[in-house]
């Protein structure tokens, strides 16, 4: 019997178990909570034939050890893919980027079931993939959101579909530098051939200069001039064809424009009906914690609209999104991810009113803020969401001015110093809004 080693004990990690135990293997669950420790799981290499690591977990000394007795690494996407081929006929739709992964996936897989495709959105999005492949033959199409974790450690993995929506630097206290990032974001469309699609983005740099890695048949979207994928005068088209007007898209926003042209891209590679692609992204709502505007307080003077877009996980993100307002009241902070703060340093400094600062990277924004002349009386560093709303009800309910705010949540960057996830981070904010501003509304 073969066997495997799982380290991880979350969703995805008790779903690959699930997989291996259905194909007789014999697993050992490492998890410093609930399973075998890291350290104990040294004496369990022995007689592994795979560990499958959960993609958050850095590469500590078990993974380095079972790397040296030649145990092969890899993680739940590449275990998953492998029990679906074996076990069912749906295709792959793969999706990453920098920003607009979970948009684009959400969306893309709610078109399908709309167009009476049997689809989900599944991966980095909720949906582990593990559990969608275990509902064998359930879905003609899982679409996936990728992230660079997930892309890590891929052996077979191949996408019918694949896309890379745009990139920008992130995740540095992972990886050597961007390029290294950049990089592994490719291997969404490893093991394609010509039979395959693969959708990019000719407007980012970065993608241009890697096209040479494209195995797949690719074709190119564009903001910025006619191509296979492309907007010009109002009007979205598809290989020269006209599928439809934008001006009534739901989801607004350039970013949202683009997130929509890779949906259009894929839905008419299947085949979808361009009344189906109207009728959906003239009716789709925008998702929660991205750019979310989910509550406006008024009293005598103005009206505060506060914006949760907690999903701003990078300072690309961030960047846009202070652009989509006038002068907003930035909060913003979380993990350090050893990112290189001055294009957002900039983008504060030009565009934001008053800046509120949290989590661990809170110290080295205030030092840069304070170095490019940023007005200190400006800078609240508070460390907590908590504290923030503590003192924004004072200076709101205090307040003479009668100009409208918006107070925004886009923190650039990851939030597990504090929260569990983006989704906890967002959810505790809008929890103290309301919390502290609906009563008095």
């Known amino acids: 019997m073969k066997k495997a080693m799982i380290y991880g ?39 592994v034939d795979l560990f499958v690591k959960s993609p958050g977990i850095p590469y500590n000394d078990l993974i380095k050890k079972a790397k040296k007795k030649g145990i092969k690494i890899v993680n739940e996407i590449e275990v998953s893919y492998n029990y679906m081929k074996k076990t069912s006929e749906t295709k ?42 275990l509902e064998k033959d359930k879905y003609e199409y899982i679409v996936l959101e990728l992230s660079s974790y997930q892309l ?12 890379i929506i745009n990139l920008a630097p992130d995740h540095l206290n992972r990886y050597k530098d961007a390029d290294e990032y950049y990089d592994t974001k490719f291997n969404v469309g490893m093991n394609q051939n010509l039979g395959d699609k693969f959708i990019v983005n000719i407007d980012d740099p970065e993608i241009m200069k890697r096209l ?4 797949g048949e ?16 109002n009007n979205l088209y598809f290989e020269g064809k006209q599928v439809t007007t934008i001006e009534n898209f739901s989801l607004k926003g350039r970013h ?26 003239e009716n789709t709502e925008s998702l929660e914690h991205r750019m979310e505007d989910f509550y406006t ?27 989509a307002f006038e002068k907003p009241i930035l909060i913003c902070g979380g993990c350090d991810k050893n990112l290189e703060l001055t294009p957002l340093i900039e ?14 990277l809170a110290p080295k924004l205030e030092r840069e803020l304070l170095a490019v002349n940023y007005p200190k009386e400006d800078i609240y560093n508070l460390k907590t969401l908590e504290k923030v709303m503590i003192t924004l009800e004072k200076k709101i309910k205090n307040m003479d001015a009668k100009k409208d705010l918006t107070i925004l949540l886009s923190p650039a960057t990851s939030s597990f110093d504090q929260f569990k996830s983006f989704e906890e981070r967002g959810k505790v904010f809008k929890k103290l809004v309301l919390e502290r501003f609906k009563e008095k509304n």
């Open 218 to 233: 690719i074709l190119k979207l564009s903001l910025e001039e006619n191509t296979d994928i492309y907007v010009s005068e």
């Open 212 to 215: 040479d890695r494209v195995k």
């Open 297 to 323: 307080y008024k009293n005598q003077n103005n009206a505060v609209k506060f914006i949760n877009d907690s999903k701003g996980t990078n300072l690309e993100s961030t960047m846009k999104a202070i652009g």
């Open 92 to 133: 792959i739709i793969a999706i990453t980027g920098t920003n607009g992964k979970t948009t684009t996936t959400s969306k893309l897989a709610g078109l399908l079931n709309a167009a009476g495709i049997r689809s989900i959105a599944a991966g980095n999005i909720g949906t582990p993939y593990s559990e969608a492949v």
């Open 9 to 47: 004990a979350g969703i995805s990690g008790k779903n690959v178990i699930k997989l291996l135990e259905e194909i007789k293997w014999e697993t050992v669950l490492v998890d410093d909570k609930n399973g075998v420790s890291s350290t104990d799981a040294v004496a369990y290499l022995e007689g």
């Open 256 to 281: 949202n424009l683009q997130n929509m042209l890779f949906v259009v891209g894929a839905a008419k590679l299947i085949g979808i009906d361009n009344n189906v692609i109207i009728n959906f992204l």
């Open 152 to 163: 890590e450690n891929l052996y077979e993995f191949k996408a019918d579909i694949a896309m």
């Open 347 to 360: 983008e504060i400094k030009k565009s934001v009113k008053e800046v509120y600062l949290i989590g661990e």
